[in-house]
């Protein structure tokens, strides 16, 4: 439930800021720096030729969120798949690097609950890197996720499994590293961006990043350092909008050609692939998981131009063209583009587990023609792309392996202009908001719902409604009626009112956060170790507080203070209906208490103003509702009708409204 409202308000807001900043097309393809201004981040060397030779070219994969599992995954599915990956697609593809961008394992309980580091798991990891070999045939390049920092008090802590078991943990990168790739005379630079909570809070007040000011200067010093590099690419586990100070991030990853990531997953099925440009003009690339998708990316840089494509894991041939790449992924300030325009040689990487027994290339409704072997995956078919200089073009690729297997590809290109833009707009946007602080708007907007009717219904008189249609409209009187009772009195609008703004600015609750280290959770970040940590996802919780118990709480009291109000007697049939929807406001909350008991501990109930405090609340409320006597309602100027309208009044006015 919390997770599914995370995912609705987060999609609410991402509207939102659709309908707010998306309908100008400078917006889609307008690449700057905050000025606003386009700044070039590579030289152009016009001696150097895209032609046939594997010169100047590097290839690499990426895979993401793993969830190793003890307890979701007892067949062991994942890794059984990730060693097959290690084995087969590793020996087909021989990539030189390999980018794991976090959640290695899963860290959840048997419950989906609560979370912890689970030995077993980092064992299966380092057992599927270790039995393979694959340490032995690539650069394995891996990073903490969310998920690999539950629980873990420090990066020294004995608990943070990760710099035993993993690669990277064992050569002492445990957070932030650079590592530079040398082919022949060329560097490439990989800068692996670790932003994960220090502490590491338990789940679920684990979903965001966070970066320090040191850790952003750590970053600066690395994008420094790579500038003398052929080609940058940045990696880590959260996207750039999931990140707290994500703009500062985005500054200083702006001269690298793609900062690729992992974390949302698919969202729920919704997005299969969520890409998108930052201002500055270089992309973002979320990589849909390994846990149940089994996708992972092939990149390249060839000649300075980059370009990708995400496979799922089984499917051959893979075919990757690097030249002429796809229009939609062209960065003019951070690839010689002009290079296309001077290249003899279409170029084409092509993998698979049998032997590639041709490759066959179109270009527009041309004909198809055999491109020839160059030297590993490279393909290569001469062109001339003079002839191609203006508008939109369509290459098509045909390959075909020695086991009858056929991979296609088809993709346009251009050898003017900017990039298209064919992302998804929903994904875009979703990259690119500051989530955080789209969750802080919306839990400001669900409060100002909250206490603003409150408070304008205090100062106001409104008419009695007894009777009222069938009609939406006749309904909300009615329940504004009965809101407008509550406000009335005292003893029920001050606890209501000052309970919803205590939401925004007192604890939630205390509990045990990081391995027993007892933590103080408020909307607006966690307080432990001397350490405050920026509030998140809290908000989402804030809101579900605010819309799921706050809310109907009171409107159960408001029909309470309306039979009240009426004197009327509470008959069997009466006293149900009362009953089950208070009931249901309060079993959600129950359950919600005991997910934070398993979450965080047992004082979480005990100081719980958040949990056990607010049931305590509730019930105090609604059994003060129930008590009202007609000395409470003083400040209500409009009493009720004495009778009860007649059918015909009732058929001929909709409703009967009485004043003393």
């Known amino acids: 439930m919390p997770k599914l409202l995370s995912l609705l308000l987060i999609v609410v807001g991402v509207v939102i800021a659709l309908v707010a900043t998306t309908f100008s097309s400078r917006f889609l393809v307008n690449f700057g720096d905050e000025t606003g201004l386009p700044t070039v981040h590579f030289v152009f060397d016009p001696n150097v030729i895209v032609g046939a030779s594997n010169k100047h070219l590097i290839w690499f994969l990426q895979v993401s969120d793993l969830h190793f599992s003890i307890y979701h995954d007892k067949a062991g599915l994942r890794p059984f798949d990730l060693t097959r990956f290690c084995e087969e697609n590793i020996n087909a593809i021989k990539p030189p690097v390999v980018l794991v961008t976090g959640d290695l394992v899963d860290a959840k ?21 270790n039995s393979t070999g694959v340490l032995g045939k690539t650069r394995w390049l891996d990073i903490r996720g969310n998920h690999d920092a539950f629980n873990v008090d420090s990066l020294s802590a004995s608990g943070n499994y990760f710099g035993q078991y993993s690669a990277q943990g064992r050569e002492g990168n445990m957070h932030s590293y650079h590592y530079v790739h040398r082919v022949d005379e060329d560097r490439f630079s990989f800068i692996a961006a670790d932003t994960t909570l220090v502490p590491g809070l338990r789940r679920p007040f684990n979903f965001f990043g966070y970066v320090t000011e040191d850790g952003v200067e750590t970053l600066k010093t690395f994008a420094d350092e790579s500038k003398s590099s052929n080609g940058t690419v940045w990696f880590g586990h959260y996207p750039t909008s999931i990140i707290v100070s994500s703009p500062g991030i985005r500054s200083v990853m702006s001269s690298g050609l793609a900062y690729m990531c992992g974390h949302l997953h698919t969202l729920g099925g919704m997005l299969d692939r969520m890409y998108t440009f930052h201002k500055s003009g270089n992309l973002e690339l979320e990589l849909a998981d390994w846990k149940d998708n089994r996708r992972y990316r092939v990149a390249a840089v060839d000649h300075g131009l980059f370009s990708f494509t ?126 955080c602080l789209l969750l802080q708007s919306v839990f400001g907007t669900v409060l100002a719902l909250t206490v603003l009717p409150l408070l304008l219904l205090r100062w106001c008189s409104l008419q009695p409604r007894h009777r009222c249609s069938w009609s939406p409209f006749s309904m909300l009187k009615r329940i504004v009626w009965k809101v407008h009772l509550v406000a009335k009195v005292d003893s029920l609008f001050y606890p209501l009112l000052i309970s919803a703004l205590y939401v925004p600015v007192g604890p939630f609750f205390v509990g045990d956060g990081v391995a027993g280290n007892i933590t103080v959770f408020f909307i607006w970040g966690m307080f432990l170790k001397g350490t405050l940590l920026p509030g998140d ?124």
């Open 310 to 435: 995400d496979v799922e894991f089984g499917q051959w041939p893979i075919i990757l063209v690097t030249n002429p790449k796809d229009a939609r992924y062209k960065m003019p300030y951070h690839e010689p583009l002009a290079r296309m325009n001077s290249s003899t040689h279409i170029r084409i990487l092509s993998f698979s587990a049998a032997k590639i027994l041709s490759v066959k290339v179109q270009v527009d409704d041309g004909q198809w023609s055999e491109a020839v072997h160059s030297s590993g995956p490279l393909y290569v078919l001469e062109w001339q792309p003079e002839k191609l200089v203006t508008g939109v073009h369509t290459i098509n690729v045909n390959a075909e392996d020695a086991d009858g297997r056929l991979g296609s590809v088809s993709q346009k290109f251009s050898l003017d202009g900017l990039p298209l833009q064919e992302f998804s707009l929903f994904g875009r946007m979703l990259l690119m908001t500051n989530i």
């Open 537 to 660: 996802v809290t908000y989402t919780y804030g809101c579900g507080h605010l819309l799921l118990f706050h809310i109907p709480l009171t409107l159960c009291i408001a029909h309470m203070a309306e039979l009240r109000y009426r004197s009327e007697a509470l008959t069997l049939g009466r006293t149900i209906c009362l009953l089950i929807p208070v009931s249901i406001v309060f079993l959600w909350k129950v359950w919600w208490c005991v997910t934070f008991y398993i979450a965080y501990g047992y004082l979480t109930l005990l100081i719980g103003p958040f949990t056990t405090w607010s049931l305590v609340f509730g019930a105090a409320l609604w059994w003060r509702s129930s008590q009202l006597t007609p000395s409470d309602f003083y400040r209500v100027q409009y009493v009720a009708v004495s009778r009860v309208p007649t059918e015909e009044e009732f058929a001929a006015n909709g409703d009967i409204t009485t004043k003393l």
């Open 109 to 129: 309980d048997s419950l989906n609950v609560g979370s912890d580091q689970y030995l077993d798991e980092w064992k299966t990891y380092w057992n599927v890197l």
